[in-house]
């Protein structure tokens, strides 16, 4: 017994050692107004300096995490140009070493009933599906759309009351950003709610659902293991010292004509061609031979309160964007209603930024799904990505009444 202790012991201490570390780095929540939101652009895609969130636009907060070299310097130039700001983070090590306690912390979960009081590891949501297709059979099947690189499954659970497969399909994405670990929750939760709550039967009388909790396993296991803010896929690149690719760059639709980058180190390196990573080429051969049925596509990221829509590409609106927008305009009323905070709605570039590339654009420009959008879930408050385990519970509640909306309008106008 003694012995299973000190083993269990050296276990924990070996996985902390190869953790990445964030001793003294701080996060740095700056307010810039219109004229004052280029001062911020020299700092991107510096190795001392990472965006958790950005903005091209006035009034909404930019989260930046600067290591402890570049504290200093960075305070003095933001009080220099008198920039608005607040350090909401002083130490970012310390809110990541107590999420890993609460990690840690064992909850009463079996792979039959889901938790939301912790954030599930691939292995664990990969065990809940299979579960659910062993009890639901009726309903619920688990199939692999391809291979992530390191050869984990991507799993897509489909969720139909019959019909044998000719009716409309809501297509739903989530963790495609790896570190962006409440995306995974929200998608567990819509699931759980359509096939174990008994009261969503009306979202699959007619149409189906096929949702990918994971799209991007292996990173999402490495932000667990060992670089919390892990954000792309583990392929190897030209530069062996800086793997992974930018997956929500890689899809080949005005593939890096903006807000992507080229070189392998940076967080939004782009790939070294449309559709290099297995991941992003497996959704396209999964939405392409499922062109004419898929009406809705959702992929969940965080953080910061957004229901985007194309195009992440140009500044030029589709021509159905009202259409779009008043759908987001209801799915956000819907959350308010249940108690969630306002979103922000809008095409991606006109509200956040332009960045080409994106899944969401893809779908839409190549896919022909002309409903397609991106929801940037709400982070921590001040905690950026580390949105608490305590909180995950609340926050896709919250939501779940937006994805209503979105159901009940494919059901009435497909
Ligand atoms: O930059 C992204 O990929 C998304 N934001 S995040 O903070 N989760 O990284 C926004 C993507 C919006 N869609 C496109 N630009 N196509
Ligand atoms: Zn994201």
Known sequence: ?????????????????????????????????????????????HPGYDFWSRSRHAGHPVDIMVSPTYVDIFEEYL??????????????????????????????????????????????????????????????????????????????????????????????????HAREWIAPAMALYVINQLV???????????????????????????SHSTTRLWRKTRSQTSNSRCPGVDANRNFGFHWMEVGASSSPCDETFAGSKAFSEPETAALQSY??????????YLTFHSYGNYLLYPWGYTSTLPSDWKTLDDLAKAANSAQVAAGGDRYTIGSSTNVLYAAAGGSDDWVKGVGGVSLSYTIELPG??????????????????????????????VTKNY
């Open 196 to 222: 174990e709550s008994g009261n969503h039967k009306d979202l699959y009388a007619s149409v189906d659902w096929h949702i990918i909790p994971v799209i991007n396993p292996d990173g999402y296991a490495y």
């Open 79 to 176: 009080v220099r140009n008198k920039m608005t700001y607040q350090i909401i983070i002083h130490d970012v090590q310390m809110v990541f070493d107590a999420e890993r306690l609460r990690q840690m912390t064992p909850t009463n979960a079996t792979a039959r009933a889901i938790s939301f009081s912790k954030y599930l590891t691939v292995d664990e949501i990969n065990s809940y599906l299979t579960s659910l297709a062993s009890s639901y059979p009726s309903i619920v099947s688990v199939e692999s759309i391809g291979r992530s690189y390191e050869g984990r499954p991507l799993n897509m659970i489909k969720i139909s009351s019959g019909g044998g497969g000719s009716r409309p399909v809501i297509l739903i994405d989530a963790g495609i």
């Open 1 to 45: 017994m003694i012995r299973r202790l000190i083993l269990a012991a050296a276990l924990v201490a070996i996985a902390l050692a190869e953790q990445t570390r964030y001793d003294g780095y701080k996060v740095f929540h700056v307010l810039p107004t219109e004229e004052q939101l280029s001062l911020l652009d020299p700092f991107q895609n």
């Open 380 to 409: 921590g408050g001040w905690y950026g990505f580390d949105l608490p385990a305590s909180s995950i519970s609340s926050t896709v509640k919250e939501f779940f009444p937006a994805v209503r909306v979105f159901g009940e309008y």
């Open 287 to 296: 939405t392409l031979a499922n062109k004419n049925r898929i009406k809705l």
